[in-house]
Every structure is written in C-alpha cells, then in structure tokens.
C-alpha cells in the first residue's frame, strides 16, 4: 500500500487480527474459516481502496435500500450478486466440471416451488404473448444412459421481458415441471426466448447507470433438472446470433448453452400436430446430460 507508514500499516494489521481471533472460539470449524476470510478479504479490500468513511456510508446506504427493496416477489439481493459476478462464480465453484455433463448457470430471482405439472407436450405459455416455440430433448447420464423420471423444471419472461411473478394479479404462466419419460425424453410448448431487462428500478439499477452496463439479460430460458443420484442442474439455453451474449448483464452465457433455433412459417405443421391459429412457430433441441451426485 503506496503511502501508508510503517506505523499505520501495524495499526491497520493488528486490528485484522484481533478481529480474525474474536472468532477463535466458534464450535463450527466451517463458519469460522468463512467468517475469518470473510474478515480479512473486507479488510483488505477496505485498507486496498483507502475508503473513506462518507463512501463507507454511501455503501450502507445502498445495502439498506437493497433490503428494502427486496419483497416477496423481488429479490434484489440476489440481483447485486448476478450483476457482480458472484452468483455465477459461486455457480462455478460448485459445479465443477465432469466430462460431458451440461454446465450450470445462473439461478435468477424468479424460480417459484411447485410449477405447474406439465404433461409431455403440453403448454407452459399460458396464454402470454410470443411466438411460440417447441422445445425438445433427452436426459442422460454421463455414460449415456437416459435418465428416466428425471424432475425438469422450466421458467421464462414473455415476449414483454417480464414473469409472471412481476405481476400483481396472480396470474401463472411461462412456468411448468415435466417427468422425463422412460426413454430420458421431453417436450413441451413455451415462448421463444427473448431480452429483457432486469429489473433496474431499484439500487441494482442505480449502479448499473452509474456505472455505464445495460441491464439487459441475453434472451434464454430457464431449467432445472434433478434426479436421484446425479447432481442438481440448474441452468439455460440461449439464441445463437442474439447480439446480448457477449454483454449479458449478470454473466450467465456460456458457448455450450447457446442453441441453434428455428423459426417456421404460419402454417408449417407442428410437431404434435397442433393448430397454432396461422401463426408461426419456433423450435430447439436441447439435450441434457447429468453429472453424478
């Protein structure tokens, strides 16, 4: 640290200390590491930037009008981490690579328990405006085996950028759970991934203007897949060609996950059969591979 005295740097020092060994006595080894780290990492970013006590302020401000704005349907929190980068690096860290399994991404604010049940084929779209699109698949193993009765969850904003949560009238729609059938498979119908915005009305907009990001998310849709024995996914897809994979605003993209799309003229058949009302029609395949648990 250019321009800190000797004798500054023992103060500085000394108080890292005494604060690491308060924790000395924690039962829990686990949380004592953290909480130690955790200490010195502030410390260093603290004594590192020099802060000054009215940023200090600045940043309590901040996280308090993040909890504030954080709600039942809105988890800004979460939003601070994704747009950091550290949802993505926690992502990472716990999701390590294994041979040909599918990689993770981002969980986002938005995943809601118990979706509604889906049978293969069926619609998620609920009624909310896109284009839609079938989306198809298989679920395996890493050996290649399919991995029947796998739990696939799926979620997505609509044409507009927005979940249904983002409403206020209860409505359900761009969400469902599927049960993969006994050759691994799925269907289902849903909405062609489009950009959207993340919320950016709170703090973590406030950031993201200050510091000259778009908020804007690359157009994807959600899944998570679990089965007994293999490891939890928690994923997406994404468009090729979308021009937002390059600047998505929570770090989420990654090459193996963007899928090739195709869009299908008003009265081109469908797969199952269904009458889309003259209108066009979009499809990907995206098959799922499952790390060991």
């Given at each position: 640290m250019a321009g800190v005295s000797p004798e500054q740097r023992a103060r500085e020092?000394?108080?890292?200390?005494?604060?690491?060994?308060?924790?000395?006595?924690?039962?829990?080894?686990?949380?004592?590491?953290?909480?130690?780290?955790?200490?010195?990492?502030?410390?260093?970013?603290?004594?590192?930037?020099?802060?000054?006590?009215?940023?200090?302020?600045?940043?309590?401000?901040?996280l308090t009008r993040t909890g504030h704005t954080t709600s039942g349907t809105r988890q800004e929190f979460v939003l601070l981490s994704d747009v950091l980068g550290l949802s993505m690096q926690t992502v990472a860290v716990n999701n390590e690579a294994y041979r040909s399994a599918t990689?993770?991404?981002?969980?986002?604010?938005?995943?809601?328990?118990?979706?509604?049940?889906?049978?293969?084929?069926?619609?998620?779209?609920?009624?909310?405006?896109?284009?839609?699109?079938?989306?198809?698949?298989?679920?395996?193993?890493?050996?290649g085996r399919p991995v029947p009765g796998a739990r696939i969850e799926v979620w997505e904003a609509d044409e507009e950028g927005l979940y249904d949560v983002q409403h206020d009238d209860g409505r359900t729609y761009g969400r469902g759970r599927l049960v993969a059938d006994e050759a691994g498979g799925y269907r289902f119908w849903g909405l062609f991934p489009t950009p959207y915005p993340i919320?950016?009305?709170?703090?973590?907009?406030?950031?993201?203007?200050?510091?000259?990001?778009?908020?804007?998310?690359?157009?994807h849709l959600h899944f998570m897949v679990s089965a007994p024995g293999h490891r939890t996914l928690v994923t997406h897809i994404f468009v090729r060609g979308d021009e937002l994979l390059e600047r998505d605003s929570v770090f989420g993209v990654k090459e193996s996950l963007v899928v090739d799309w195709e869009h299908h003229p008003a009265g081109a058949p469908a797969p199952d059969g269904r009458e889309l009302g003259g209108r066009g029609w979009a499809s990907a395949r995206f098959d799922i591979v499952l790390a060991p648990a």
């Open positions: 020092e000394e108080l890292v200390e005494r604060v690491v060994a308060s924790f000395a006595a924690t039962p829990d080894p686990r949380l004592r590491h953290v909480l130690e780290e955790l200490v010195r990492h502030l410390h260093g970013f603290v004594r590192s930037v020099r802060l000054t006590e009215e940023e200090w302020s600045a940043a309590v401000a901040f990689e993770a991404t981002v969980f986002g604010p938005f995943f809601v328990d118990e979706a509604p049940e889906v049978e293969q084929g069926g619609d998620i779209g609920g009624g909310a405006p896109g284009e839609p699109a079938w989306v198809h698949g298989t679920v395996a193993d890493v050996e919320p950016d009305d709170g703090p973590v907009g406030d950031l993201l203007a200050a510091t000259g990001r778009s908020p804007l998310r690359a157009a």
